[in-house]
């Protein structure tokens, strides 16, 4: 069965530096790639998503992830991180043949220190 | 539109009560499912519904049910609440032949 890892459970930056949550996915094929983030005590919002077309995702807020095939990992990474970036990241598939189903990571918590 | 919405937002149950958790959506999708979110587990698909009329199981189906009788609802039933059914339940919605899905802001559900 494929499915997605997410190396850090928690990761915390200062304000300001760089962000990089990590993804590996199981696949024999490319499959479809999400990275959706849950800010405490709301619901999950669509960051960005690869569906085989560029490899380098830009998505909202300044966010961004690359596929690569060979290291079957789909990072998120943002430049400079914001208070308001402090939320739950998950990395998520859609395997092929799953009807289109999500799988997901076991989540991200990400901390911004001032 | 109002995107997906659930009701209610939070509740307490006791053991071996029944509920039933609202979910609606106004985008005219034909897909909907509830998932379960748990520590450190991320979210679990319970049941899934491909249009009107039409259930399945998904990967924790155990002590949950479903029906679709119109496109913009997906009641999810507790028939007999247990502590192990304490999480957030989100529910989702897209259109068919799309894969992004658009999240209700969740219920939190305690069981004592």
Known sequence: AQSVTQLDSHVSVSEGTPVLLRCN??????PSLFWYVQHPNKGLQLLL?????ATLVKGINGFEAEFKKSETSFHLTKPSAHMSDAAEYFCVVIPLGSARQLTFGSGTQLTVLP | NAGVTQTP???V???????????AQDM???YMSWYRQDPGMGLRLIHYSVGAGITDQGEVPNGYNVSRSTTEDFPLRLLSAAPSQTSVYFCA????GQE???FGPGTRLLVL
Not at chain 2, 13 to 23: A, D, E, P, R
Not at chain 2, 93 to 96: G, Q, Y
């Open chain 1, 25 to 30: 996915y199981s696949s024999s094929y490319s």
């Open chain 2, 28 to 30: 005219n999708h034909e």
């Open chain 2, 13 to 23: 149950l006791k053991t071996g009560q029944s509920m039933t958790l609202q979910c």
């Open chain 2, 100 to 102: 992004t899905q658009y």
């Open chain 1, 49 to 53: 998503k690869y569906t085989s077309a």
């Open chain 2, 93 to 96: 919605s897209r259109r068919t």
């Open chain 2, 9 to 11: 937002k939070f509740q």
